[in-house]
């Protein structure tokens, strides 16, 4: 590995462990009431394969089955501009602290599979640039057990999305494509487009705990 590699998953350990003493503090959201919020999510995230046409076209991200730590984060960086979609930052803006809780403690109570503790095999070529970014020690062993709750499961993510994600940390200067976290900046910026495109590929094949739930739009 690396200095500058090293560096940075140095960084990311003692990040986790601040940030997990957070998410230890913070409120427990509500399922019910976050079922009843998610009607305002169910016409992306929950149509299995819907397709998100601005501002890049690519299946949306599965997110049942996430910690209702990472929805929260991720939805406290679209609230803050720290990921850069219209959208999502619409949204997000217009939710409190405790009707984002709600909405990630319902779409976290749809785990209900485990994923293997170790994941399907890559190819050479692939685990290499795996290995390069140390994806393994932020996002687990099998892509599904990150060494912080507010980190994603990735293993099984629909492929298009992870290399838009990977690609996002890379962009500067556009108004609604990016997306701003040092250290996976740093790590992004390692690979090219080629080199995302085949890791994405391969972990939208692992066996994860991501799933789309379809929901009615009537209730």
Do not use: W
């Amino acid at each position: 590995m690396n200095q500058t590699l090293s560096t940075i998953v140095r960084t990311v350990v003692a990040a986790a462990t601040l940030s997990a003493a957070a998410v230890a503090a913070h409120a427990q959201g509500n399922v019910e009431a976050g079922k009843q919020r998610a009607e305002m999510c169910i016409g992306c995230h929950g149509i299995p394969g819907y397709q998100n046409s601005f501002p890049e076209v690519h299946k949306v991200p599965k997110i049942s089955g996430q910690s209702a730590q990472y929805i929260v984060a991720a939805l406290n960086a679209y609230k803050k501009g720290d990921r850069k979609h219209p959208t999502m930052r619409g949204i997000a803006s217009a939710l409190s602290e405790e009707e984002m809780a709600d909405l990630a403690a319902f779409y976290a109570s749809h785990a209900n599979t485990k994923a293997p503790e170790t994941p399907r095999g890559a190819s050479v070529e692939v685990a290499a640039l795996l290995e390069r970014g140390a994806c393994a020690s932020c996002h687990g062993a099998n892509f599904s057990t990150p060494i912080d709750p507010s980190y994603p499961k990735i293993g099984g993510q629909h492929a298009d999305y992870l290399f838009v994600a990977l690609r996002a940390y890379t962009v500067d200067g556009n108004n609604v494509v990016g997306r701003n976290n040092a250290i996976m900046s740093g790590i992004s910026r390692q690979f090219s487009p080629a080199e995302m495109r085949q890791m994405a590929r391969y972990l939208s094949t692992v066996e994860g705990e991501l799933r789309t739930v379809p929901q009615s739009r009537f209730r």
